[in-house]
């Protein structure tokens, strides 16, 4: 941790007391999924670990979350979901239930900031699974085409019924769901939690920069990790210019959002983020480079961190301070990047 000393460092509020077996290595495994990587370390003796038994779990979790979730398979369950009759209930997958639930909360408490029934307007502006913007023949949509998709979905998240007893989701008609900013985290607490089901209580899980952290590594030192930064502010922490804060993931879950990870150059130049606002329809144009979130859980980091990219610095600051969330923005001003932290942020500096 020498190199660390000098740097500010996000502590979690709690330690568990337990320690990595002795004889414990750290063993990794890893592979692909959602279109991206994911890989898990695991701070275990090598003689108590079967990894080919913890990749077959490890592996069938993701295919569950991707059978059930993915808008890239025509016959997911939300894909199905979404091709369904007006006004039919349907009875949804365990994982399914976990992950809807969370995701209508986050768009209650953001006031539709982050929607789940956002679909049509990720599809539209090319970034859903089918009709991208990088396809032959796709067109940016113009003002008179929003406005008929907003007339068509005039209540977005508000227009699910949701059953919890019964673990059932109505079809209004029409409502497209889309969980991409949501799905991938839970896909990291899913693992997370078959790791520690199997006895594998000290492990790192991350995919595609979305990470968790349980107990240790094998050196008793908790699972150090970097913030995402945008490339610009990255290359001044590297050079001394700004102490970018390191994070102790025990116990939390870590995930970053920003304009500049996904992304096209419109015909009139203008560069149209894949953050969506559901709220306006349109691609997010206020400035904000990034938010990083932390909570034990990665699947409402990653609600979190979507719904404050979509409100903005002042909004997102707010939100966040509200609901004492540890958060860390980059905001562009002029040719700079500026860097801000909500309260709870502040706090969890050691």
């Avoid at 592979?31 to 038994?53: L, Q, R, Y």
């Avoid at 990034?290 to 859980?297: D, F, G, R, Y």
Wanted: net charge negative; charged share 20%; glycine share 10%.
């Amino acid at each position: 941790m020498s190199d660390l000393i000098s740097r500010p460092v996000l502590l979690p509020q709690a330690i568990r007391p337990d320690r990595p077996l002795p004889g414990a290595e750290c063993i990794e495994l890893g592979g692909e999924t959602m279109g991206t990587n994911w890989s898990v370390k695991v701070a275990t003796p090598p003689e108590a670990f079967d990894g080919h038994a913890v990749r077959q779990a490890l592996q069938a979790c993701l295919h569950d979350v991707c059978a059930q979730m993915s808008h890239w398979d025509a016959d997911s369950w939300l894909m199905r979901f979404n091709r369904a009759e007006a006004g039919s209930w349907h009875t949804l997958a365990r994982h399914f239930q976990r992950v809807i639930r969370c995701a209508l909360e986050a768009a209650r408490l953001s006031e539709g900031a982050c929607d789940p029934a956002a679909g049509h307007w990720v599809r539209r502006w090319g970034f859903g699974g089918f009709e991208r913007h990088d396809q032959p023949g796709f067109t940016v949509p113009d003002e008179v085409e929003l406005l008929r998709l907003t007339e068509r979905h005039p209540h977005g998240w508000r227009g699910l019924r949701w059953s919890p007893d019964g673990g059932q989701l109505l079809q209004p008609g029409g409502v497209q769901l889309d969980l991409g900013a949501i799905a991938k985290g839970f896909a990291v607490d899913l693992l997370s939690e078959t790791l520690s089901a199997r006895g594998l209580s000290h492990h790192l899980v991350e995919i595609g920069g979305e990470l968790r952290g349980e107990g240790m590594k094998p050196d008793g030192q908790p699972w150090w990790v970097e913030l995402e930064l945008p490339s610009a502010l990255a290359r001044d922490a590297a050079e001394g210019r700004f102490d970018a804060p390191v994070l102790a993931l025990h116990g939390l879950s870590v995930a970053t959002s920003g304009d500049y990870r996904k992304g096209f150059q419109s015909p009139d130049g203008r560069w149209l983020s894949h953050t969506i606002d559901p709220r306006s329809g349109r691609p997010v144009r206020h400035g904000l480079a990034s938010v990083t979130v932390l909570h034990p859980q990665c699947m409402w980091a990653d609600a979190w961190s979507t719904a404050l990219s979509v409100l903005g610095l002042s909004e997102g600051l707010d939100l966040a301070d509200r609901l004492r969330l540890p958060a860390f923005f980059v905001s562009r001003q002029g040719d700079d990047l500026v860097p801000y932290a909500s309260a709870q942020f502040e706090a969890m500096l050691g």
